[in-house]
Structure formats: structure tokens, C-alpha cells
């Protein structure tokens, strides 16, 4: 139910979700904020051209040290305490399995590797390498055909006949799929386990 206030009688047909009025007349919808806010923030309606029409657009103000869309997220200052050389750009990652763990390094510029960005490479590694038996690093070089690009390296994963490595560093491993029944007339089973 819509409450509706105006300065000059004016007669209203209601339905559910639309109000009628006459061009011109100014009136006041009272629309309930259904946002559900978390840690005593509080649910706010204010005017967004991104919404079509003259919209509107539901947000949660949250309480200090909060913040997220519903405030479910907690603010905990951390110092970045890596001395990144060369250009490199300390990061602050954090695990939660029960408890909060942060964990600073360092973002390196290509060229320069290491715990600080220290050390410099001419050619590009793999950073981080990748894992042994399962790929191999592959460095890309630049060419007179994309002078703009720069030399890059990945890691190139290995396939087999039972499977294949996947991932930055080829740490993870998807099983070949079995297919039952076998494929016939020369056709293949893929790794989602239907033939092709």
C-alpha cells in the first residue's frame, strides 16, 4: 500500500504498483526500502539514472568499519609491509578457513622477479614457475608485426592420455572422461565423457 500526500485534492486510481495522477500534480509515495542491511546499516532510497524512467535505486549506508553492498564486510586496517623495489606494488592477501590470515608481497613490473622485485631478468620467466612434470614455461617474444606488445612468459601445460594440467602454474588436474558405451565408427571420447 502506497501512502500518497498532495496540496490539492485530486483523485487517485490505484493499482497495484501504479498510481494515476494529473499532469502537473506533485505527490509523495511513501515506497518501503527492502534492503536487507547487516551490522546496523541503514537501507536508503536515492535517484540513479543507471535505473530506467525516473528511477531509483535501493543502497545500504553502512556503519563505520563496515562495508560491502549489505555491510557483511569488516574493515581491518593492515600495513603493507613488503618494500617493493623497482617499481613493484605491495598487495595484501588474506585466507579465511576459521581464521583471518593476511599475507603481503610484492606485484612485480615485468623484468624483475623476487621476493622484493630485486632481481632483474632480461627475459621473462615464469613467475611463478611452473609445476615440475606437469608443464613447461613458453616465453613469447615481441615482434616487428606488434611492436607494442612486450615479451611474456606462461606456463604451457601437458596433456596425456588419461588427462590434462590446467591453471597459471598447471597445478590442477582434469581426468579424461569415460565413455559408456564406448564410441564407434572412429569417433572420440572427450573429456566430458561424450563421444565426438
Same mark, same amino acid.
Given at each position: 500500500?502506497?501512502? $500518497?500526500?498532495?496540496?490539492? +485534492?485530486?483523485?487517485?486510481?490505484? !493499482? *497495484?504498483?501504479?498510481?494515476? #495522477?494529473?499532469?502537473? #500534480?506533485? !505527490? ?9 542491511? /547487516?551490522?546496523?546499516?541503514?537501507? $536508503? +532510497? ?22 560491502? /553492498?549489505?555491510?557483511?564486510?569488516? =574493515? +581491518?586496517? !593492515? /600495513?603493507?609491509?613488503?618494500?617493493? /623495489?623497482?617499481?613493484?606494488?605491495? #598487495? !595484501? ?13 610484492? $606485484?612485480? *613490473? ?5 621476493? =622484493?622485485?630485486?632481481?632483474?631478468? &632480461?627475459? *621473462? +620467466? ?19 608485426? &606488434? ?34 558405451? *564406448? ?14
Amino acid at each position: 500500500m502506497f501512502q $500518497v500526500m498532495c496540496s490539492i +485534492i485530486v483523485v487517485l486510481f490505484v !493499482v *497495484p504498483g501504479w498510481i494515476t #495522477v494529473l499532469h502537473g #500534480v506533485e !505527490v509523495e509515495l511513501a515506497v518501503p526500502c527492502n534492503k536487507t542491511c /547487516e551490522h546496523g546499516g541503514q537501507c $536508503v +532510497i536515492s535517484p540513479d539514472p543507471s535505473c530506467p524512467g525516473s528511477g531509483y535505486k535501493q543502497t545500504c549506508n553502512c556503519p563505520p568499519s563496515y562495508t560491502g /553492498e549489505f555491510c557483511e564486510n569488516f =574493515l +581491518i586496517k !593492515v /600495513e603493507c609491509d613488503k618494500m617493493c /623495489e623497482n617499481g613493484g606494488r605491495c #598487495v !595484501v592477501n588474506f585466507t579465511n578457513d576459521g581464521c583471518t590470515s593476511f599475507l603481503t608481497s610484492c $606485484v612485480c *613490473p615485468l623484468t624483475y622477479y623476487g621476493d =622484493l622485485c630485486e632481481t632483474f631478468r &632480461a627475459d *621473462p +620467466i615464469c613467475d611463478p614457475p611452473c609445476t615440475a612434470g606437469q608443464g613447461e614455461c613458453v616465453v613469447l617474444r615481441n615482434s616487428q608485426l &606488434a611492436p607494442h606488445l612486450t615479451d611474456g612468459a606462461y606456463c604451457n601445460c601437458s596433456m596425456s592420455a588419461t588427462g590434462y594440467y590446467y591453471g597459471n602454474q598447471c597445478q590442477h588436474y582434469q581426468q579424461k572422461g569415460t565413455c559408456d558405451p *564406448p564410441c564407434r565408427n572412429g569417433g572420440k571420447c572427450n573429456y566430458g565423457g561424450t563421444c565426438s
